[in-house]
């Protein structure tokens, strides 16, 4: 029996032990959305997939459907934004708030090339720009919002206006809306309780 092969980017938003030596990965993908997949003797010290899976990392993945799960066959890292923002403790808790996010609002496969494109560039601006630390709860803020409104918990009327996905996520764009702090929070707020 033949399975189809799908490839594709994908950020590790973590997993747990399975078995004896496999891992179980929650990955939220660019082409097939949201799915929890196995990597056979991934916790082995000999294999050659681990340091591609690291947890907040950004890989490509190749995937097979297999009769119950998806299952890992290979994997190439592009960034571990956990690592490139070591020594930065502030930073590194906003990558894990939005992974816990996105594992918090995600459900099922389905494809959202959008969203994992808000997030990817989100994440990479976090790398990126010189955000001073005061101002970053101000860039986490935006950032939640633009992955709100995408899953539709904002809609466009409540979106704060230059907030939207399409323009850059960067440290003028945060420094522009340190006035306008509560009014994302409230924004965020609303949107997180109605979907609870």
Same mark, same amino acid.
């Given at each position: 029996?033949?399975? &189809?092969?799908?490839?594709? @980017?994908?950020?590790?938003?973590?997993?747990?032990?399975?078995? &004896?030596?496999?891992?179980?990965?929650?990955?939220?993908?660019? =082409?097939?959305?949201?799915?929890?997949?196995?990597? @056979?003797?991934?916790?082995?010290?000999? !294999?050659?997939?681990?340091?591609?899976?690291?947890?907040?990392?950004?890989?490509?993945?190749?995937?097979?459907?297999?009769?119950?799960?998806?299952?890992?066959? #290979?994997?190439?890292?592009?960034?571990?934004?956990? #690592?490139?923002?070591?020594?930065? @403790?502030?930073?590194?808790?906003?990558?894990?708030?939005?992974?816990?996010?996105?594992?918090?609002? *995600?459900?099922? &496969?389905?494809?959202?090339? =959008?969203?994992? %494109?808000?997030?990817?560039?989100? *994440?990479?601006? *976090?790398? %990126?720009?010189?955000?001073?630390?005061?101002?970053?709860?101000?860039? &986490? !803020?935006?950032?939640?919002?633009?992955?709100?409104? #995408?899953?539709?918990?904002?809609?466009?009327? !409540?979106?704060?206006?230059?907030?939207?996905?399409?323009?850059? *996520? %960067?440290? %003028?764009?945060?420094?522009?809306?340190?006035?306008?702090?509560? =009014?994302?929070?409230?924004?965020?707020?609303?949107?997180?309780?109605? !979907?609870?």
């Amino acid at each position: 029996m033949s399975y &189809e092969l799908y490839t594709t @980017k994908g950020l590790i938003m973590g997993g747990f032990p399975s078995g &004896e030596s496999d891992k179980s990965f929650c990955v939220f993908t660019r =082409e097939l959305g949201f799915v929890w997949a196995t990597a @056979k003797s991934i916790r082995l010290s000999a !294999s050659k997939l681990r340091p591609h899976m690291s947890n907040y990392s950004l890989s490509s993945i190749s995937f097979i459907r297999g009769k119950n799960q998806w299952k890992i066959t #290979n994997a190439q890292l592009h960034q571990n934004f956990f #690592n490139l923002l070591r020594g930065n @403790k502030e930073k590194q808790i906003i990558c894990a708030n939005i992974m816990v996010l996105l594992r918090t609002l *995600l459900s099922g &496969e389905e494809k959202n090339s =959008e969203l994992f %494109d808000i997030v990817s560039s989100g *994440l990479y601006a *976090l790398v %990126d720009e010189e955000i001073k630390e005061d101002k970053l709860p101000v860039f &986490e !803020s935006i950032l939640v919002v633009r992955i709100l409104h #995408n899953l539709g918990f904002v809609g466009r009327s !409540s979106l704060p206006a230059g907030v939207g996905g399409g323009v850059k *996520l %960067d440290a %003028d764009l945060v420094e522009s809306f340190v006035p306008h702090k509560k =009014e994302l929070i409230k924004v965020i707020n609303k949107a997180l309780h109605a !979907s609870s």
